[in-house]
Nanobody
């Protein structure tokens, strides 16, 4: 019912910046929140940031606070993740997710829809 497409991944040097986008289509009224998760090789997929689409309330993992900013443009049905001061440990596949969520935004199981992911590689 909802399709998510990520874009903006790539290769960047440590200390640099990168901006990711997630465009939603389909029955977008079936979701009220969107978020970003990431998964590095050999590691579990982890929460990065999330946003409530109606009021704009944001949530961040400790690793993202102060460096990453999640935002939304409802007119464009798009959520963004601005990543600054990137570190090699930020290297991962970044996934966009969406769902109807009122509590526990960090939990993967709360999200019903997932994008295919976009690779972010931070070199030293």
């Amino acid at each position: 019912q909802v399709q998510l497409v990520e874009s903006g991944g790539g290769l960047v040097q440590a200390g640099g910046s990168l901006s990711l986008s997630c465009a939603a289509s389909g029955r977008r009224f079936s979701i009220n929140a969107m978020g970003w998760f990431r998964q590095a090789p050999g590691k579990e997929r982890e929460f990065v940031a999330a946003i409530n689409l109606s009021v704009g309330r944001t949530y961040y993992a400790d690793s993202a606070k102060g460096r990453f900013t999640i935002s939304r443009d409802n007119a464009k049905n798009t959520v963004y993740l601005q990543m600054n001061s990137l570190k090699p440990e930020d290297t991962a596949v970044y996934y966009c997710a969406a769902g109807i969520i009122y509590t526990d935004y960090v939990a993967r199981k709360k999200y019903n829809y997932w994008g295919q992911g976009t690779q972010v590689t931070v070199s030293s």
